[in-house]
């Protein structure tokens, strides 16, 4: 399997810092990732975690502003991609149609190629705006996946928070995970 991963200017990276490293220690997952600028400046504000360090994992390591990179093409083969956390200005854009960097453009690909896009906006409170846009890309099958963490896992500290919002991705990814309690266990 081959995902792209992007990361970008919503709080909550840790949630995508998180996917990174899970897909970084599966030896049959490979993924591409993207930060954009915002992301990049929130991962140095809320984390302690290095870009080249993150990207250690990856495949391939691109700039946003890349609309050329080889990932942009629906040529080019990925089984899906994952936006964590995304910013409602990205999802607006990708609502729009407009894929005007890479983070949307290839976002753009994954709905014409008809191949899985799982978005994961972290914001509250909604508006009107943004419940319609979220309900417009359901439409489309794409999964829209709030980082809205559950309690019944019983979490012990925030770096379970984050394993429960990135287990459900990757339930939506059907990848085997044991990143959180499941009800009933």
């Not at 899985?116 to 979220?134: G, S």
């Not at 500290?157 to 394993?163: R, S």
Request: glycine residues 4%; charged residues 20%; hydrophobic residues 45%.
């Amino acid at each position: 399997m081959h995902i792209i991963v992007a990361i970008t200017g919503a709080s909550g990276v840790e949630y995508g810092i998180t996917l990174v490293k899970y897909l970084s220690s599966k030896q049959d997952i490979t993924f591409d990732l993207i930060i954009s600028e915002e992301g990049k400046a929130l991962i140095s504000h809320e984390s302690t975690v290095k870009i080249d360090e993150l990207a250690s994992g990856a495949e391939n390591l691109y700039d946003n502003s890349d609309i050329a990179a080889p990932i942009s093409s629906g040529s080019r083969n990925f089984d899906a991609m994952v936006i964590v956390p995304c910013s409602f200005s990205t999802l607006a854009k990708i609502r729009a149609g407009i894929a005007d960097n890479l983070i949307t453009r290839v976002a753009a690909v994954a709905l014409k190629e008809t191949r899985k896009l799982i978005l994961v906006p972290r914001e509250t409170p909604l508006n009107t705006i943004q419940l319609k846009n979220m309900a417009k890309l359901a439409k489309l099958d794409v999964c829209i996946l709030p980082a809205m963490p559950a309690f019944y896992h019983k979490p012990r500290d925030i770096q379970d928070i984050f394993n429960f919002i990135v287990g459900k991705i990757l339930d939506q990814l059907n990848i085997e995970n044991d990143l959180y309690n499941r009800w009933g266990k």
